[in-house]
DNA sequence: GAAAACATGTAATTAGTTACATGATTAA
DNA sequence: TTAATCATGTAACTAATTACATGTTTTC
């Protein structure tokens, strides 16, 4: 139920907020992190205020709603962001084909594998690039985003390198060669 | 919905399969990459069995069905293994607190890295025990299981790498330090 | 005779997606 | 005046989880 935690989070870093500049923050900041839909954000932002994590602060033109954490919001949000232990992904549709990949030829089980790898590089390029664009931004914001982007350009380079590596083990040669 | 071409996958390896004993095969070799309940389950070979992708190829004591993949699953099956691209997993808890770090004193911020740290070298050790057990498995199932563990020990040690390097960064000495 | 294992199914709830529906204000 | 932007809300549907519900066969 992490949706609830993010837009305590993004209504306690910005003081106040209504749902339509949340929604941008999630489209900008959050997209690769935790994306959310219009629809289930102004859902969750009702069950906040019926809950008392947050309340309206503010009514404005075109019926905008200025939305801030109450003091219970920012308890149950750091609770989360420090108590609760991280719920790692279980799933991964990747590593389920990986599974099944003794079912097509050796030479489609490597391609894709490839593919994978060159999906992978693809990825870490553009955020190389993200990288790039971020130098001599100054702030906790700049230094926490710049450690979330670390972690893609480690995880993209991890998975380019396992991918091929993988691949080398389909062949005869790569079948007779060590891991590392 | 890959629970359906999971399900498919399992029965194009198996021959034929109860829904008992695919729950089996979930819970053992697919707990990590592709967990399925008993109820999601059966409610799928239902809905497999209605688009005929799957049918019932013999029934038996209990209550006990048998289902195999018909031509249409066999097809369907392929086409997502190696034409459907891998949605990767967007969503991931760890970094939207990353993302909200900054909203508590550094030496709570740190702490917490180093527990996300700690947990990735846990799993790494546990992936390694689960490494040791497996030397001199023989056969196809044993290569591309050896490929999907291989990821998980390169991912665990990126995780625990990447984490102490993050916690380093804030640190005053870390932060005048260049990553890598 | 009791417990474990085999075996299937439904109901209720939650989280998330897509689509539908409406209207106000601002800038060109 | 019209298009873009701002702004909110609901409905229908899918995937997944937890709980409920039942019954058979085998093994100790």
Known sequence: ????????????????????????????????????????????????????????????????????????????????????????????DMLLRVFFLGLVPPEQAREFLLGRAAAAAEMHERLRGVEESLTGEQGPLAVHGRIALEWGLRYSAMQDEWARWAAGQLTAEGAAEQPG
Chains 1, 2 share one sequence.
């Open 1 to 92: 139920m992490s949706l609830r935690h993010a837009a305590l989070g993004l209504l306690a870093l910005r003081g106040e907020a209504s749902g339509y500049d949340l929604l941008g923050i999630f489209n900008e900041s959050l997209e690769h992190v935790w994306p959310a839909t219009q629809s289930q954000l102004y859902t969750e932002l009702g069950k906040l205020t019926d809950a008392e994590l947050v309340q309206v602060v503010a009514e404005g033109g075109r019926g905008r709603k200025a939305y801030a954490v109450t003091e219970a919001g920012r308890k149950e949000f750091e609770h989360w962001l420090l108590e609760e232990p991280p719920t790692t992904n279980r799933r991964n």
